[in-house]
């Protein structure tokens, strides 16, 4: 990416909407309500030729104390202090406000470059929005339509420019690493080993889940080391799910930060739908899921709804409870949350329970080593002939029933996939096996071959019979036959 764009103005201005048409997805959520988007977002943006970083940010408001608007500006004008570019977004058919006149000033102190567009520019009625413009001192004002696409080429003209700039900036403060010795030159240094590090391909995808206020924006950015996302004690402060790009302790990872669940008898607005099924859709991309459970009411109907929904979709589940730093007797209340881990989500037995303080940082050892941990069951492959072996051993200690007098046979089994572990059993009548019998292979599987927590799919698949008759025709019965029984052509 050769610069970073951040998209600024007041709420309901088009921010999102110009965002997302950058991006080519749908990733922020767009609503008519003002205030939707309250972090920070980024996204790899296209525009002809062009490829670069685009921030969505909060939309600016006249508050400087504690209050939630006011942590939101100050996030804000952080991402305006880490951004190359600026686009100053105003409404055109609303005008200049004295809101903006204020907000222009403060990007002329703050922003080498600034970009004036006026979004909502389609038709007559912005004609006097734009004119307005002008006045803020920013210059010639772009007519966009976020929604619609239009202005995207004035945009892409005012870009290219000045991603000339960043790209020669970038190579005359590049480092030199390019130095020909000659072979009497004396090295003193140690020798450098031509083996590069091995690394992952890809990111490890991470979801944060959770209750409204379990701190799951607050444990990320202990995690990051900085405050990267919006935090405070109002519950249901993230909206988005946020998705941000790390090195955790030598793992790549990329962290979603989702909104709160609440019951679903419970969300009612359209905007906590939209950010609910937001959360929905991370934990669907998801890798490994982090349920965060709050250690002073854990375990509460909801927390056990999403872990159920993270074993469901095939994931690696991790099952971390905050705020452990505030417990008094510890090693009771851990005992306790074991108890009713192993009785309240069975089907997640052996996932790793680990206690973290988000506000401190203790644990966040034990919680990389569990997700790393996860992660390596979630991806384990059993060699075939490991598993008919101990398929041998299993129905020889409990052989399946037999249903209707029919005896069912195992006959083969072998491992399909990974991400998560599934296996398929041949055998006879695979209609007729009773679910109880299936758990128990499951069970079985989940201790022999230690892969404790992880989702296993298992497949009972009919097997044809070696009967080379079975399923043909009856031959017509000959003439003697029939001349035999009496009967006559």
Request: aromatic residues 4%; hydrophobic residues 40%.
């Amino acid at each position: 990416m050769s610069f970073t764009l951040a998209i600024v103005g007041r709420p309901n201005v088009g921010k999102s909407t110009l965002f997302n048409r950058l991006v080519g997805k749908k990733l922020a959520l767009v609503d008519d309500q003002p205030g939707v988007t309250r972090d920070l977002r980024e996204g790899e943006a296209r525009l002809g030729d062009l490829r670069f970083t685009v921030v969505d940010t909060a939309g600016l408001e006249d508050a400087t104390d504690n209050s939630l608007e006011g942590r939101m500006r100050r996030l804000t004008e952080r991402a305006v202090d880490m951004a190359d570019i600026c686009l100053f977004m105003i409404d055109a058919r609303t005008g200049v406000t004295p809101v903006d006149e204020m907000f222009a000033e403060i990007l002329r102190r703050k922003s080498a470059h600034v970009i004036l567009a006026a979004n909502k520019a389609e038709g007559n009625a912005a004609e006097a929005g734009v004119l307005e413009a002008y006045g803020l001192g920013l210059g010639e004002p772009l007519r966009l339509s976020g929604e619609h696409g239009e202005g995207m080429p004035d945009l892409y003209s005012v870009l290219v420019p000045l991603a000339d700039q960043f790209e020669a900036e970038a190579v005359d403060h590049s480092p030199v690493v390019d130095l020909d010795l000659e072979e009497d030159d004396d090295w003193d240094g140690e020798t450098v080993p031509d083996t590069p590090v091995p690394t992952r391909d890809k990111p490890l995808q991470v979801a944060v889940v959770g209750r409204p206020n379990a701190g799951k924006s607050t444990l990320i950015n202990k995690i990051l080391g900085e405050d990267r996302l919006l935090t405070g004690p109002e519950a249901g402060i993230t909206r988005d799910a946020i998705s941000l790009q790390i090195d955790w302790s030598g793992t790549p990872m990329r962290i979603f930060d989702t909104a709160g669940m609440r019951k679903k008898a419970k969300v009612q607005e359209k905007l906590e739908k939209l950010s609910v099924s937001d959360g929905l859709r991370a934990v669907k991309f998801a890798e490994i899921v982090v349920v965060l459970l709050d250690a002073e009411i854990p375990f509460e109907q909801q927390d056990l709804r999403i872990a159920d929904l993270a074993e469901r979709e095939g994931r690696a589940v991790v099952i971390a409870v905050n705020k452990w730093d505030v417990e008094d007797n510890k090693q009771e209340k851990l005992r306790d949350l074991k108890e009713s881990f192993a009785r309240l989500l069975p089907q997640l037995r052996g996932a790793p329970l680990v206690t973290v303080s988000a506000k401190t940082g203790k644990g966040l050892d034990r919680l990389h080593d569990a997700i790393m941990r996860a992660y390596d069951v979630w991806n384990r492959r059993v060699p075939t002939a490991a598993l008919n072996r101990w398929l041998t051993g299993m129905l020889e200690q409990h052989p399946p029933p037999a249903p209707q007098g029919k005896r069912i046979k195992l006959r083969y089994m072998t491992q399909a996939k990974t991400r998560p572990p599934g296996f398929v059993v041949m055998c006879s009548h695979p209609d007729k096996i009773p679910a109880s019998y299936t758990r128990y292979l499951v069970n079985g599987l989940r201790q022999d071959f230690d892969m404790p927590g992880s989702p296993i799919r298992l497949t009972m698949r009919g097997q044809n019979d070696k009967n080379p008759f079975k399923g043909r025709k009856k031959a017509p019965p000959s003439k003697l036959r029939k001349h035999l029984s009496g009967r006559r052509d």
